[in-house]
């Protein structure tokens, strides 16, 4: 059974920081490309980073460039998401999701796999 098993999420105050993790099973994460989407209240699906399935290329969308670093350890099967200077608008939930079709892909049924989700939210 594949699972990929979000965690990390939390409250915390604008300028925060936030570590996520997901841990992948049931499928050969050291071959998969991986990614984050994020979904805040009432709004779709928003891609946020990938990372190739050896760590050596990274993607992220404007909006967290320089601010959240995504990563991974194969040895592990756990992608993490590094989120500094945090802001209200980051609140989301945050969901891991495998091989996706391209780069900077939100759509669900565009990835293979895709977690259950963990929330975060920013505010004061």
């Known amino acids: 059974e594949v699972q990929l098993v979000e965690s990390g999420g939390g409250l915390v105050q604008p300028g925060g920081s936030l570590r996520l993790s997901c841990a992948a099973s049931?499928?050969?994460?050291?071959?998969?490309?991986m990614s984050w989407v994020s979904q805040a209240p009432e709004k779709g699906p928003e891609w946020v980073s990938s990372?190739?399935?050896?760590?050596?290329?990274?993607h992220y969308a404007d909006s967290v460039k320089g601010r959240f670093t995504i990563s991974r350890d194969n040895a592990k099967n756990t992608l993490y998401l590094q989120m500094n200077s945090l802001k209200p608008e980051d609140t989301a939930v945050y969901f891991c999701?495998?091989?996706?079709?391209?780069?900077?892909?939100?759509?669900?049924?565009?990835?293979?796999?895709w977690g259950q989700g963990t929330q975060v939210t920013v505010s004061s």
């Open positions: 999701a495998a091989d996706g079709t391209s780069w900077g892909e939100s759509d669900p049924y565009e990835y293979d796999y």
């Open positions: 990372i190739d399935n050896r760590g050596r290329s990274t």
């Open positions: 049931g499928f050969t994460f050291g071959s998969s490309d």
